[in-house]
């Protein structure tokens, strides 16, 4: 069935390095991926989303690539600052008898030090 | 912009109790979703809707009942509180009838479960 998998539970880091948070996923339909971020004691919010191979996207100085040959769609930043500490969840949207749902993976939490 | 309201914010029940909690929208979006967040389990789909008095089973609907009464609200209910439970349960809406698949989804604050 389709799934979205997050190999690293936590990732630690020091402010200004750059990070890449792992994110695979598997369906049988064509893929609409998604990377939500939730800090502490608020809702999740969605920071970027891609359904065209190859092709980098890009918010709030994150980034990601959707590579279909690799089932992947990494989330990227090029340096860390402390107010990145979070939660984040890639999802995927998969297709479901009728309509389109939204399945998440387990997360991992960034945790930038000074 | 919109907002989405959850009710209650926290939610203390005893073993075997019915419980329900409560989602509304002002985006006027389709799509309404319950999602159970567990720590080190991710956001996992318990039900959806994508019109008023549709439901669609999650991966973990067992346990639970839901209902969509209105376009407007999205109503979850746990049919018997396991002891020791604890758990976030969150609202989500998206604004179309599902059929696209890259909508963003809009989450309420959550309900925080604690059953003694």
């Known amino acids: 069935g389709d799934s979205v998998t997050q190999t690293e539970g936590l990732v630690t880091l020091t402010k200004g390095l750059p990070v890449m948070l792992n994110c695979t996923y598997q369906t049988t339909y064509s893929p609409f991926l998604f990377w939500y971020v939730q800090h502490l004691n608020e809702a999740p919010k969605l920071l970027l989303k891609s359904s065209t191979d190859n092709k980098r996207t890009e918010h709030q100085g994150f980034y990601a690539t959707l590579h279909k040959s690799s089932s992947s769609f990494h989330l990227q930043k090029s340096s860390v600052q402390l107010s990145d500490s979070a939660l984040y969840f890639c999802a995927l949207s998969a297709y479901d008898t009728n309509a389109y749902k939204v399945i998440f993976g387990k997360g991992t939490h960034l945790h930038v030090l000074p | 912009g919109g907002i989405i309201t959850q009710t209650p914010k926290f939610l203390i029940g005893q073993e075997g109790q019915k419980l329900t909690l409560k989602c509304q929208q002002n985006?006027?979006?389709?799509?309404m979703y319950w999602y159970r967040q567990d720590s080190g389990k991710g956001l996992r789909l318990i039900y959806y809707s994508i019109t008023e008095n549709d439901l669609q089973k999650g991966d973990l609907s067992e346990g639970y009942d839901a209902s969509r009464e209105k376009k407007s609200s999205f109503s979850l209910t746990v049919t018997s509180a396991q002891k020791n439970e604890m758990a976030v349960f969150l609202c989500?809406?998206?604004?179309?009838?599902?059929?696209?698949?890259?909508?963003?989804?809009?989450f309420g604050s959550g309900t925080r479960l604690t059953v003694l």
């Open positions: 985006f006027n979006h389709d799509t």
């Open positions: 989500a809406s998206s604004p179309g009838l599902g059929g696209w698949g890259a909508e963003t989804l809009y």
